[in-house]
């Protein structure tokens, strides 16, 4: 894949990023395997890169299932148009054992047979139309679901740590095929 150089934000890697940015680099190397261009991009501003690292463990521990997680990451993603973040947590989706079916409809915003997995993107679709300030409908069809109060501020958690990292990703120049 090419994704669109940026002459403001190199891609940098462990050893030519700023030496703040260095563990959260190591970090990111150890989950992925490799430094996501993303990361590699964001690391000229260590603060972001520590902000998206410590964002995205708090999410990684809601009581909300991986696939759960990876199902409001797609939305959010589809929202703001990041194909390299729709491309990767579609594989992280299915690498937790979601069948194909599921990963394709969350990519592309299709209809899920999964009524409760349904009933979440639902509820993460209003609580970006509405920014935050979802219906007690809303909330009732998503509690229906057999999801928690709890859960729906966790779903807050995931828009917040992924807006902030597919900002980063769309001022790098590293969101989309070009």
Same mark, same amino acid.
Do not use: W
């Given at each position: ?8 934000? /190199? ?26 261009? /993303? ?26 299932? /991986? ?43 299709? /209809? ?67």
């Amino acid at each position: 894949m090419t994704y669109a150089a940026s002459p403001h934000f /190199p891609s940098h890697t462990i050893e030519t990023a700023p030496a703040a940015a260095g563990p959260m680099l190591e970090a990111t190397v150890a989950k992925f395997g490799f430094l996501p261009l /993303p990361t590699a991009r964001h690391a000229t501003a260590p603060l972001l890169v520590e902000a998206s690292h410590r964002l995205l463990t708090l999410f990684d521990k809601a009581s909300l299932a /991986p696939i759960e997680r990876e199902a409001v990451v797609l939305v959010v993603a589809r929202s703001f148009g990041c194909d390299l973040c729709r491309n990767m947590h579609a594989q992280l989706l299915a690498s937790y054992g979601a069948a194909r079916e599921l990963v394709d409809a969350l990519t592309e915003g299709a /209809p899920i047979a999964d009524a409760r997995i349904a009933a979440l993107v639902r509820f993460v679709e209003a609580t970006l139309r509405h920014t935050g300030g979802v219906s007690d409908e809303d909330l009732d069809a998503f509690v229906a679901a057999g999801y928690t109060p709890e859960q729906a501020l966790e779903v807050v958690v995931g828009i917040g740590a992924y807006t902030l990292t597919m900002f980063g990703n769309r001022m790098t120049r590293s969101h989309s095929l070009r």
